[in-house]
């Protein structure tokens, strides 16, 4: 999978720290379902696992989203309320939930596992149906990330959540960019389906963005601790130079603030002080170098942030049941036997 980076381009301060950790994290977006209903219809959309195993050859986690441009709709989850929708809104499941969305009473739904390689295989032509009332039209994709990822930034989601996009110009810009390039990708043109990819990783991000800007004052976890000023530096410095031989006392100075009032406020957040918050994400970051890249065990250990590579080596071991070199070849086997399947 490829590397997007293209968040950067959307975040400014005081929201780097979602920059610094993208900047790590392997995501793949992708448009499957173009789609035009006419009132009364409803879908049942699988749990994103059933998708994952039509999309890559490793294991990853697949986060599903809607994007409405056209008429309403409602979405709901298993004996979750219904949730209505306006055009302009995106309904997202961070942990791939399966759901069921319409408009109007159909009679039964349309069960898209069942169809599911079907659409999958047919492109982004326009899938039409329903009974001929009011047009809705959606456009339906899917992010592929490292399950890491879901350890990170979307623990703290909620499994279901909608963002309006039309309230400023980044987002209307955004959602005619993605119905011009579908419209061209019906027709075949040349490279618009790797663009439209790319596309919905920029909605995706734009999407954590514009929640992080809503979230509640009183609200916790990582998402909200990249919003707050002293903490999302600190967490931007951390992931920006994870190698760094940093101390309490150095953070705090580089942040602005000090060491109580960043040690507070970062476990209110984090629910952990910073340096043990910079040895996971180590760990981390050592795993995904190890799947990732040719460097040695070493070499993996000092980009990150490990003095030798015994130390490494134990410390890994501690957190991933086995040692680097092992986690490297399962990781290689795994993805082998994937693509053989």
């Given at each position: 999978?490829s590397?997007?980076?293209?968040?950067?381009?959307w975040?400014?301060a005081?929201?780097?720290?979602?920059?610094?950790v993208?900047k790590?994290?392997?995501?793949?977006?992708?448009?499957f379902y173009?789609?035009?209903?006419?009132a009364?219809?409803s879908?049942?959309?699988?749990?994103?696992a059933?998708?994952?195993?039509h999309?890559?050859?490793e294991?990853?986690?697949?986060?599903?989203y809607?994007l409405?441009t056209?008429g309403?709709?409602w979405?709901?989850?298993?004996?979750?309320?219904?949730v209505?929708l306006r055009?302009g809104?995106?309904?997202?499941?961070?942990?791939g939930?399966?759901?069921?969305?319409g408009s109007?009473?159909p009679s039964?739904?349309?069960?898209?596992e069942?169809?599911?390689?079907r659409?999958l295989?047919?492109g982004?032509?326009?899938?039409r149906?329903?009974?001929?009332?009011q047009?809705t039209?959606?456009?339906?994709?899917?992010m592929?990330?490292e399950?890491?990822?879901?350890?990170?930034?979307?623990s703290?989601?909620?499994?279901?959540?909608?963002?309006?996009?039309?309230?400023?110009?980044t987002?209307v810009?955004?959602?005619d960019?993605?119905?011009?390039?579908?419209?061209?990708?019906a027709s075949?043109?040349?490279?618009?389906e790797?663009?439209?990819?790319?596309?919905?990783?920029?909605l995706?991000?734009?999407?954590?963005?514009?929640?992080i800007?809503?979230l509640?004052?009183a609200?916790?976890?990582?998402?909200?601790?990249?919003r707050?000023?002293?903490?999302?530096k600190?967490?931007?410095l951390?992931?920006?130079e994870?190698a760094?031989h940093w101390?309490?006392?150095?953070l705090?100075?580089?942040?602005?603030?000090s060491r109580a009032?960043?040690?507070?406020r970062f476990r209110?957040?984090?629910?952990?002080?910073p340096?043990?918050?910079l040895?996971?994400?180590?760990?981390?970051?050592?795993?995904?170098?190890?799947?990732t890249?040719?460097?040695?065990?070493a070499?993996?250990?000092?980009l990150s942030?490990?003095?030798?590579e015994a130390?490494?080596?134990?410390?890994?071991?501690g957190?991933?049941?086995?040692?680097?070199a092992?986690?490297?070849?399962?990781?290689?086997?795994?993805?082998?036997?994937g693509?053989?399947?």
């Amino acid at each position: 999978m490829s590397c997007s980076r293209g968040g950067k381009i959307w975040l400014i301060a005081p929201l780097d720290a979602l920059s610094e950790v993208l900047k790590f994290v392997t995501l793949k977006g992708a448009l499957f379902y173009n789609a035009e209903f006419s009132a009364p219809w409803s879908v049942r959309s699988p749990a994103s696992a059933s998708i994952a195993a039509h999309l890559c050859a490793e294991a990853a986690h697949v986060i599903i989203y809607h994007l409405v441009t056209e008429g309403g709709a409602w979405v709901q989850l298993k004996n979750g309320p219904r949730v209505n929708l306006r055009a302009g809104d995106i309904v997202m499941f961070p942990h791939g939930h399966p759901h069921l969305m319409g408009s109007g009473t159909p009679s039964a739904p349309v069960d898209n596992e069942r169809e599911l390689e079907r659409i999958l295989s047919q492109g982004l032509e326009v899938i039409r149906m329903g009974g001929g009332g009011q047009i809705t039209k959606l456009v339906c994709g899917y992010m592929v990330c490292e399950p890491r990822i879901n350890d990170l930034l979307l623990s703290g989601l909620p499994s279901l959540l909608t963002i309006h996009i039309r309230d400023d110009p980044t987002g209307v810009w955004l959602e005619d960019s993605i119905r011009f390039f579908m419209a061209h990708a019906a027709s075949s043109a040349a490279g618009a389906e790797a663009v439209l990819g790319r596309l919905s990783e920029v909605l995706f991000i734009e999407t954590l963005r514009r929640y992080i800007a809503l979230l509640p004052t009183a609200e916790t976890g990582w998402l909200a601790g990249a919003r707050d000023p002293e903490v999302g530096k600190a967490l931007a410095l951390l992931h920006r130079e994870p190698a760094r031989h940093w101390t309490i006392a150095d953070l705090a100075a580089s942040a602005g603030v000090s060491r109580a009032v960043l040690a507070e406020r970062f476990r209110h957040y984090l629910g952990e002080p910073p340096i043990t918050y910079l040895r996971r994400w180590r760990l981390n970051l050592g795993a995904r170098l190890l799947t990732t890249t040719s460097h040695s065990v070493a070499q993996v250990a000092a980009l990150s942030g490990y003095d030798s590579e015994a130390a490494f080596n134990r410390a890994f071991k501690g957190s991933f049941g086995v040692p680097p070199a092992r986690f490297r070849r399962d990781s290689r086997s795994k993805r082998t036997a994937g693509a053989s399947t």
